[in-house]
């Protein structure tokens, strides 16, 4: 499944813990790793020795994730390159064939400001590879639950193999998630509220989304035990206290669910749960 892992790096902590969360995971998969960190493009009228410095301060943080892989028998690429941080990244997953991309979630804008998204963000919209995320206080690796949620869209399940398999190969448990947003569904304006066998119907359909979701794992794997589950809430929200109350130390979810709607990040529940849970997110491309 992963066979080349690139690891963006910026020096920043979230971006030094996705950098040990690919190498484990290039352990697991016996696969090969690409180290890139993009240096910013000159400014007119700028000191050589500015740039110098800047080129130099690139090798030593790529330097530092080299030494991070050492005796662990994975075969690692160096790369630094000017640019544009999220273009150099994509390029590089684009025309170097990456399953991959292990990243911090919160990282710095090259060797610049720290700002939320500024890379991570367009990568997640741009890359064709599955992206791993990585916040800068969560640990990652060794995992042991992995959570895939499913809206039963056959967008969603596509993260299904993804999680399935790191599950198998981690001895993880697999847990698969539908959250039933009542309030959605009934209607925001609804001043009568739902009755009781409306939301009952509603949960069976979620049932049946996971039951189904589940199947086809053992389509793949019989000897899966896969945990199915469905909460109500708010998509985010439920899988947030979800994640919390099952020690979830990995979530595995596709970019966008049912809505597909291109304009947005990721879907607004992938988005939301990004930017709330701690623990490591592999979002796998809708495309």
């Known amino acids: 499944m992963f066979d080349r892992i690139l690891l963006p790096v910026d020096g920043s ?10 190498l484990e995971l290039a352990e697991t998969y016996d696969a090969a790793v690409d180290v890139l960190c993009a240096i910013e493009p000159s400014r007119m009228r700028e000191e050589e ?13 790529v330097a530092e994730v080299v030494g991070m892989a050492e005796g662990s028998g994975v075969p690692v690429e160096t790369h630094l390159v000017e640019g544009r941080p999220h273009r150099v990244v994509v390029d590089h997953v684009n025309e170097r064939g990456i399953d991959l991309v292990a990243m911090g979630r919160r990282g710095r804008t090259g060797l610049g400001e720290r700002l939320l998204g500024s890379v991570t963000e367009p990568v997640l919209r741009g890359s064709d590879a599955p992206v791993l995320t990585v916040g800068g206080d969560a640990d990652a690796g060794g995992y042991e639950n992995v959570l895939v949620p499913t809206d039963g869209s056959g967008i969603a399940e596509r993260a299904a193999p993804y999680g399935a398999d790191l599950a198998r190969r981690y001895g993880a448990t697999l847990h698969l998630l539908n959250v039933v947003d009542v309030q959605r569904e009934g209607g925001l304006f609804n001043a ?14 979620g049932r049946e989304k996971v039951d189904r979701l589940a199947e086809r794992v053992r389509e793949t794997d019989p000897d899966a035990e896969p945990r199915t589950a469905v909460v109500r809430g708010a998509p985010h929200v439920g899988i947030l206290e979800y994640a919390d109350a099952n020690d979830v130390d990995l979530v595995v979810m596709s970019s966008e669910g049912e809505s597909n709607l291109a304009w947005q990040l990721l879907g607004s529940v992938a988005d939301r749960v990004l930017r709330t849970v701690e623990v490591p997110v592999l979002i796998v491309p809708s495309g």
């Open 13 to 22: 902590d979230p971006a030094k813990r996705a950098a040990a969360a690919g």
């Open 49 to 61: 020795a500015a740039r110098r410095h800047r080129e130099e301060r690139g090798a030593e943080i």
């Open 192 to 205: 009568g509220g739902v009755d009781a066998a409306f939301v009952e119907r509603l949960e069976e359909r």
